[in-house]
């Protein structure tokens, strides 16, 4: 709705501010969830005459470059007639998009119904009722909206998509997958999506000269993986990460945690933890390593 730019005397472009707005029960909160996913600072049920606001204390917290999404709907009373008029004063200096979410009525009164909760604008009257108003009042912004999502035929994941498609970018809609080393007598981690135990292998532990080092060390790698079975774990078990990593898009699942254990989080976990992550780049994943235990001996 207003072009992209930068406030004067500022050379740091500024990320992009997307309004949320749409019928009750289109998926503005399923929106705005794929929109915290993709890295933008959200805020639900904003008043209008506050957007301005927002987007200065993000700037001032946050940083210009920050993205921000701000959801906006009926339950804002008197305030929502002015939300046209906010954004086409174009003080944000920010890239403005309005997203607009809908569905037929039937699909609408289902979603509200199964719900249990009443329209904002039913006003003691049908649920029907309610949703009629809200077009009245949404008329004007559907036809300025920039894009406009129709999720009657849409599930949870479709929607996503959509979102990812018209906002993601390539960094934010590929699958962030965290390798993270930990020793069982420390408990497994909670967040984990899949656990492997590398207490298959021979302990580093009782091999002296290797006790003090961990599993970072080039002599330590070395030795766990050049154990029987350590290089055949690893042929078959990043593939099998990489196999479902696509499933995992195809969801709508964008973070994926792979737990790898021994006795004490400082060899074996280390070691293979530090090689699958390799593996895993070398395949073109955004895969990062990370070490919860170690050091804790």
């Not at 699958?175 to 981690?189: D, E, M, N």
């Amino acid at each position: 709705m207003t072009p992209a730019g930068d406030v004067a005397g500022t050379e740091e472009p500024r990320g992009e501010l997307v309004v949320v707005t749409g019928m009750t029960g289109a998926g503005r909160s399923t929106a705005a969830k794929e929109l915290e996913d993709l890295g933008f600072y959200v805020v639900d049920n904003l008043p209008p005459t506050l957007v301005r606001d927002v987007v200065r204390l993000v700037d001032e917290s946050k940083g210009v470059r920050m993205p921000i999404a701000v959801v906006v709907d009926v339950r804002s009373g008197s305030f929502f007639a002015s939300l046209q008029a906010n954004l086409a004063q174009g003080a944000t200096g920010r890239r403005t998009t309005l997203l607009f979410l809908e569905a037929d009525d039937d699909v609408l009164v289902r979603r509200q119904e199964a719900a249990r909760r009443p329209h904002p604008l039913q006003q003691g009257g049908r649920l029907l009722d309610g949703l009629h108003r809200e077009r009245v009042v949404l008329a004007d912004l559907r036809g300025d909206a920039d894009v406009v999502i129709d999720t009657s035929n849409l599930n949870v994941h479709q929607l996503t998509d959509k979102v990812a498609e018209a906002f993601g970018t390539p960094e934010t809609v590929t699958l962030k997958i965290t390798v993270v080393s930990f020793g069982f007598k420390y408990g497994i981690p909670v967040d984990a999506d899949f656990l492997a135990d590398m207490r298959f292998l021979p302990n580093p532990f009782w091999v002296p000269e290797l006790r003090p080092l961990n599993g970072r060390d080039e002599a330590v790698s070395t030795y766990v993986q050049g154990r029987p079975g350590a290089t055949e774990f690893l042929d078959g078990y990043v593939p099998l990460i990489g196999g479902v990593a696509a499933g995992y898009l195809r969801e709508g699942k964008r973070f994926m945690t792979v737990a790898v254990g021994c006795t004490g989080g400082k060899h074996r976990s280390v070691a293979m933890t530090e090689e699958i992550t390799r593996r895993l780049v070398a395949e073109g994943y955004d895969a990062r390593a990370t070490h919860r235990d170690l050091g804790r001996e």
